[in-house]
C-alpha cells in the first residue's frame, strides 16, 4: 500500500512538471520612466551635441520563469542608425554625430528575449537643441544705390539673418563692424540700416561704401560652455552723382610763353577743365573774363590759347588772363562755372653769349703794370672792362668769376643781368709780392645762370708787378755763437754774419753794424759781415770770458734786423796755483784732518783744477797722507796716539815740516810749493758734544769761536726782550694781580782764562787739554701764601719749581678798585707771597772731558794775546 502511494505522488509531480513547463511567459523591459537612463528608453531625449562613442542608456528587463534575456535595437528602413546595443549588458552607445536642425526625433525599436519568446517595442528619442548655428543673411551680401543728395536719417536697407537654433540661441542682434569710421548705422535689432544724423554722402569724395554688417545669435549652450556664434556679410554702396558741383580746372596753375620768333595765330597754351559731377559730367564751355587785352583768343570748346599779333606789339612783358570754365545743359544753357588765371609770359630766345668790351670795343686780353702790395679793397683802374649779353631777362643772367693764382683779386659784381661795368678789387695785398710773382695771370669768367645753353665768355687779365722795398733783411740765424782763445792777437776774426734783402736793387744791399755793451772790443766789415777783435785789444779769460752783443743789417731806406752775438773767451792755463802764504803754521789733533788750500785764477776748468802732493817731510816721509783733490792732510791710518808718533820719530817733539806742492791739470800744468808747519797733539772727546766739536774744530780760530759766543748771547738777549714783552701785555690785557715772590738766585761763579804757564813743569799730554768747568742750573722754589676769603683760581698759584733761568716777567701796576655802589658785593684781592730758596747743588767731579776743555780755552787766549802782541804800533 505504501509502496502504491509513492508511485501516485510521483505520476503526480510528473505531471505537474509536465504542465509548468508547456506554460512559457514572454520576458518584459522596466518602465523607469523619461528621467531614467536605464528601462525601456520611453521618452527619453539627448542634446545634439553628445560626443559619438558616449554610453547613452542601458536597457534593463526581466524574465518571469527567470530565464537570461538578451536585448536588441533596430531602426526603420532607410533611417540611420544612431545608436548601438550590446544583448547581454543592454549599454546603449552612440554611434553616429546628432543633428536636431536635421533631425529632432529619432524612432528606435528595442527589443528583448529570453530565446524563446521575444519582445519589441518602439520608442522615439528627442534630440534637443545646442548652439551650434550661426545666424545665416538672407538677402546679403548686396549691391544698392544711394543718390549723394539723400537726407541723413534716412533708412536706405533692411539686413536680416536666421538662426536655426533654438531659444537664445537662435535670437538675431545687428552691428557694423568699424562703425565709428563710416557714415551709416544699424538697428540692433531690425537690421535696417540708416545714414548717420548730420552726415551727407558726396560722390565726388567718395563714390563706393562697402559696409560690413554682423550678426550675432543670443549665445547658448554647446559641449558644457557657453558660446556665442556671428556672421558678417558685405554690403556696397554706390553713391549717385547729382548735379551739385562746378567744373573744375585740371593741372593748374597755368604758365605759358610768347617767344620773339613766335607768330599770329600761335598756340600758347591750353586750359582744361571738368564738370565736378563726374557721374553724369556736362560739356563745358572756355571764354576770357579780363586780362588778354585783345590780342589773345581761346577756343570755346577745346580751351587752347592763341596768340593774334606779332610779339613786337605786345606792351607787357607779362599778361594775367582770367579764364572762365561754364557747365553747358542739354539744352544749351550755361550754368555752374569756374575760373583760373592763366600767366603768359613774353620771354626772349637765348641766342646772344656774353661778351666782354675794353675803350675800343670787343676785347679779350686786358694788361696792367702795378706796384706790389697795394692796399687792399684798392680797385684796379687802369682795367677798363665791361661786359654784356643782348638777350633779355633769364637769358641775359649770368655769373662772373675770376680764376688765377690764389685769392688775391676779387670780381665785382659777381651776377650780372644785361650788362655791367666789371670792377677788380685787390683782396690779398700781401700775396701780390713781386718776390714771388713778377707778373699775374687770371681768366675773367661769364657763365649764364639760367639757360639750358649756360653760354660762356672768357678774357684774359695780365698784371706786371712793380717791386718795392718791402722787405728787411734777414739773419741766417737768430743768433751767433764764437769761441776765440783769450791769447789770440787783436784783429783777429771772430764769426761772420749773414743776412739777405730779397728786394731788388739798392733795396737788396745789406750793411753791417755792430752794437752794444759788449761790442766795444770787436769790429765789423760792413759789406761782408765779418766781425773780428779791435787791433788794440786784449782778451783775457779771467777777467771776462762771455760778450754779448747785437749786430744790425740794413738796407738803403734803412729797413734793418737785429741777431744776437755771443762771444766766448777760451780760457788758457796761464796762471799757477797759489798759496795765501809760502809758510803756514797748522795744528792738528790726532784724528782730525788739516786743510790747506790753494787758488788758481784761470777761469776754466781743467786749467783751475788743483790737485795736492806732499812732496817732503820732516823729520819722517811716511806719516802723513792728502787728499788730492780737498787738501786735507791727515796722519797715517795706523797712528792712533802720540805714543805712536814717538816711537817712530824716538822724538818727544811732535813738530813736522812738510813740503806741499800744488798743481793744476791745464796743458801745459803749473805747480807751486808752501811749506807747512803742523803741531801734533792728542785729544779728547769734548763734554757738550757738539759745542765741544766746534772748539777743537775751531782752535785755531779764535775770532770765529769769540764770534759764536756773541751771538748766542746776543739771541739770549733778544729772546729775554720778547718773553717779557708777550707775559706784560697778556697781563695788562687780563687785568691780573700778579702775586708777589722773593727770589734767591745763588751767584754763578765765574770762569777764568788760566794761562799756560811755560816755566811749569810739563803735564802729561792727556792732561794739558784738560778744562775745569762747573756747570749749575739753579732752581727756583715759589712759596705762595693765599689771604683773604676769595682766590682767583685763574692764576693757580701753588707750589712752582721752575728750571734756569726763569723768564723774566715785565712789571706791571694792579688795576684801580672798583668804585663802591651801595648793595653790590665787594671783592677782596688776594695777596700771594713767596720765596725763592736755592737747593745747594753737589759740585760735580772734575772729568777728563772737562780738563780738555780749560786747556783748549787757555790755549786759545795765549794765541790771541800773541798775535797781539805782533801787530806793530
Known amino acids: 500500500m505504501k509502496n502504491v502511494k509513492i508511485l501516485h505522488l510521483t505520476l503526480l509531480f510528473l505531471f505537474v512538471h509536465v504542465c509548468v513547463a508547456l506554460a512559457d511567459f514572454a520576458p518584459y523591459f522596466y518602465d523607469n520612466g523619461p528621467y531614467s537612463d536605464n528601462g525601456n528608453l520611453a521618452l527619453f531625449s539627448l542634446s545634439e551635441d553628445m560626443p559619438v562613442g558616449t554610453q547613452i ?36 552607445t552612440l554611434v553616429e554625430k546628432l543633428d536636431r536642425e536635421k533631425e ?66 537662435g535670437s538675431v542682434t545687428y552691428y557694423l563692424q568699424n562703425s565709428q569710421s563710416t557714415l551709416f548705422t544699424i538697428d540692433r535689432h531690425s537690421g535696417v540700416l540708416r545714414i548717420k544724423s548730420r552726415e551727407m554722402l558726396d560722390y565726388e569724395k567718395t563714390k563706393t561704401h562697402f559696409v560690413t554688417v554682423i550678426a550675432k545669435d543670443g549665445g547658448g549652450n554647446f559641449n558644457g560652455k557657453e558660446q556665442f556664434l556671428s556672421s558678417s556679410a558685405t554690403l556696397t554702396i554706390n553713391v549717385i552723382d547729382a548735379q551739385d558741383t562746378p567744373p573744375s580746372f585740371i593741372g593748374t596753375p597755368y604758365f605759358g610763353y610768347v617767344y620773339e620768333i613766335s607768330v599770329p595765330g600761335s598756340e600758347i597754351f591750353t586750359v582744361v577743365a571738368k564738370d565736378g559731377d563726374i557721374g553724369n559730367p556736362n560739356p563745358i564751355r572756355y571764354s576770357f573774363d579780363d586780362g588778354d587785352d585783345g590780342v589773345f583768343s581761346i577756343n570755346r570748346t577745346s580751351g587752347c590759347i592763341t596768340l593774334l599779333t606779332l610779339p613786337m606789339f605786345l606792351r607787357r612783358e ?32 637765348n641766342n646772344n653769349p656774353p661778351t666782354f668790351y675794353g675803350e675800343n670795343g670787343r676785347q679779350n686780353m686786358f694788361e696792367l703794370t702795378m706796384y706790389e702790395h697795394p692796399p687792399e679793397g684798392e680797385i684796379l683802374r687802369g682795367l677798363k672792362i665791361s661786359v654784356n649779353d643782348s638777350d633779355q631777362g633769364a637769358n641775359a643772367k649770368f655769373n662772373l668769376r675770376l680764376i688765377g693764382p690764389g685769392r688775391m683779386l676779387r670780381v665785382v659784381p659777381q651776377t650780372v643781368l644785361n650788362e655791367a661795368q666789371v670792377t677788380i678789387l685787390v683782396e690779398d695785398s700781401a700775396a701780390m709780392d713781386y718776390e714771388k710773382h713778377h707778373f699775374l695771370t687770371y681768366k675773367l669768367l661769364a657763365v649764364e645762370v639760367d639757360t639750358p645753353e649756360k653760354f660762356s ?84 779769460a779771467e777777467v771776462r770770458s762771455k760778450y ?83 787738501g786735507e792732510i791727515m796722519l797715517k791710518s795706523y797712528i792712533k796716539s802720540m805714543a805712536i808718533i ?27 810749493t808752501a811749506v807747512i808747519k803742523i803741531d801734533i797733539t792728542e785729544a779728547t772727546h769734548l763734554k757738550g758734544g757738539t759745542l765741544g766739536s766746534f772748539l777743537l774744530q775751531s782752535r785755531n780760530k779764535p775770532l770765529q769761536i769769540l764770534g759764536m759766543i756773541a751771538g748766542v748771547m746776543s739771541l739770549m738777549v733778544i729772546v729775554t726782550v720778547i718773553i717779557s714783552t708777550a707775559t706784560f701785555m697778556r697781563n695788562k690785557k687780563s687785568n691780573r694781580i700778579l702775586p708777589s715772590r722773593r727770589v734767591r738766585r745763588r751767584q754763578r761763579k765765574q770762569r777764568t782764562w788760566n794761562f799756560k804757564n811755560p816755566l811749569k813743569a810739563r803735564e802729561p799730554p792727556g792732561e794739558k787739554f784738560r778744562v775745569e768747568e762747573e756747570v749749575r742750573e739753579p732752581e727756583v722754589v715759589a712759596e705762595n701764601e693765599v689771604v683773604g676769603d676769595n682766590v682767583n683760581y685763574n692764576n693757580n698759584v701753588g707750589n712752582v719749581v721752575r728750571h734756569w733761568p726763569p723768564p723774566p716777567c715785565a712789571p706791571c701796576l694792579p688795576p684801580p678798585p672798583p668804585s663802591y655802589v651801595p648793595g653790590e658785593r665787594q671783592w677782596t684781592v688776594p695777596t700771594v707771597s713767596a720765596t725763592v730758596a736755592p737747593r745747594p747743588k753737589k759740585k760735580p767731579a ?19 794775546e800773541q798775535k797781539r802782541m805782533q801787530k806793530p804800533y
Not at 798743481?663 to 803749473?670: A, E, I, K, T, W
Request: include cysteine.
Open 318 to 349: 607779362i599778361f594775367n588772363i582770367i579764364v572762365r570754365a561754364s557747365e553747358m545743359s542739354p539744352t544749351g544753357r550755361l550754368m555752374d562755372y569756374s575760373v583760373t588765371t592763366v600767366v603768359i609770359r613774353v620771354v626772349d630766345l
Open 646 to 672: 814717538q816711537n817712530i820719530t824716538k822724538k818727544r817733539d811732535c813738530t813736522w815740516s812738510l813740503v806741499v806742492q800744488a798743481r793744476d791739470r791745464g796743458q801745459p800744468s803749473f805747480s807751486t
Open 846 to 864: 772734575m772729568t777728563r772731558q772737562d780738563t780738555m776743555n780749560k786747556a783748549l780755552v787757555s790755549e786759545l787766549k795765549m794765541r790771541l
Open 457 to 540: 665768355a672768357t678774357a684774359d687779365i695780365v698784371i706786371h708787378l712793380m717791386d718795392t722795398n718791402d722787405n728787411a733783411p734777414k739773419f741766417s740765424s737768430e743768433y751767433y755763437i764764437a769761441r776765440i782763445p783769450e791769447n789770440s792777437p787783436g784783429g783777429s776774426n771772430v764769426v761772420t754774419v749773414t743776412a739777405t734783402d730779397p728786394d731788388s736793387g739798392p733795396w737788396g744791399e745789406v750793411k753791417y753794424s755792430i752794437y752794444g755793451s759788449g761790442a766795444d772790443l770787436f769790429l765789423i766789415q760792413s759789406e761782408t759781415g765779418i766781425i773780428y777783435t779791435q787791433p788794440w785789444a786784449s782778451l783775457d
Open 548 to 630: 754779448n752783443f747785437y749786430v744790425k743789417a740794413e738796407d738803403a731806406e734803412g729797413k734793418y734786423s737785429l741777431a744776437e752775438i755771443f762771444v766766448t773767451v777760451l780760457d788758457l792755463n796761464d796762471h799757477p796755483p797759489a798759496f795765501n802764504d809760502n809758510f803756514l803754521e797748522k795744528t792738528m789733533v790726532i784724528g782730525a784732518p788739516v786743510k790747506i788750500e790753494a787758488v788758481d785764477d784761470d777761469a776754466e776748468i781743467p786749467n783751475n783744477v788743483i790737485e795736492y802732493a806732499i812732496m817732503k817731510a820732516e823729520p819722517d816721509n811716511n806719516i802723513f797722507d792728502i787728499n788730492a783733490d780737498t
Open 104 to 169: 529632432d526625433s529619432i524612432d528606435v525599436h528595442v527589443s528583448i528575449t529570453d530565446g524563446k519568446s521575444k519582445v519589441v517595442e518602439r520608442v522615439t528619442i528627442f534630440v534637443m537643441d545646442a548652439n551650434d548655428e550661426k545666424p545665416e543673411f538672407k538677402n546679403m551680401p548686396a549691391i544698392i544705390d544711394v543718390v549723394e543728395t539723400t537726407d541723413s536719417g534716412s533708412s536706405i536697407y533692411k539686413a536680416e539673418a536666421v538662426d536655426k537654433d533654438t531659444g537664445s540661441g
Open 57 to 92: 542608456y542601458c536597457l534593463n528587463g526581466t524574465d518571469p520563469e527567470g530565464q537570461e534575456v538578451s536585448y536588441g535595437l533596430s531602426f526603420d528602413p532607410g533611417s540611420k542608425e544612431y545608436f548601438r546595443v550590446d544583448p547581454k549588458s543592454g549599454n546603449i
